[in-house]
């Protein structure tokens, strides 16, 4: 099963960017949809972009506007660019399949603070 590895998060300041990345172990070409989550302190895990292997996107209303999702096959990765950061963005990024999940990789912590 492929398992991922998320990279790029930092603290930043608000209204900063951050660009994360996502290593999958083998070919994401056959995975349908992929998605970035997040898990803040205290709240459950929740998605907050996906992208399909056609390139349709979807954010949910938290992020729409600021974060974009891309996804890149013949590199087996995936992005997400993130503007306009805000404190309540902060939480550990984590990216996997949107069904049939693999195993959750560590994530990558996003913390915004002034």
């Known amino acids: 099963q492929v398992q991922f590895v998320e990279s790029g998060g930092g603290l930043v300041q608000p209204g900063g960017s951050l660009r994360l990345s996502c290593a999958a172990s083998?070919?994401?070409?056959?995975?349908?949809?992929m998605g970035w989550y997040r898990q803040a302190p205290g709240k459950q895990r929740e998605l907050v972009a996906h992208?399909?292997?056609?390139?349709?996107?979807r954010y949910a209303d938290s992020v729409k506007g600021r974060f974009t999702i891309s996804r890149d096959n013949a590199k087996n990765a995936m992005y997400l660019q993130m503007n306009g950061l805000q404190p309540e963005d902060t939480a550990v990024y984590y990216c996997?399949?949107?069904?049939?999940?693999?195993?959750w990789g560590q994530g990558t912590q996003v913390t915004v603070s002034s």
């Open positions: 083998g070919s994401i070409s056959s995975i349908y949809a």
């Open positions: 992208i399909t292997s056609g390139g349709s996107t």
């Open positions: 996997n399949k949107l069904i049939g999940q693999s195993s």
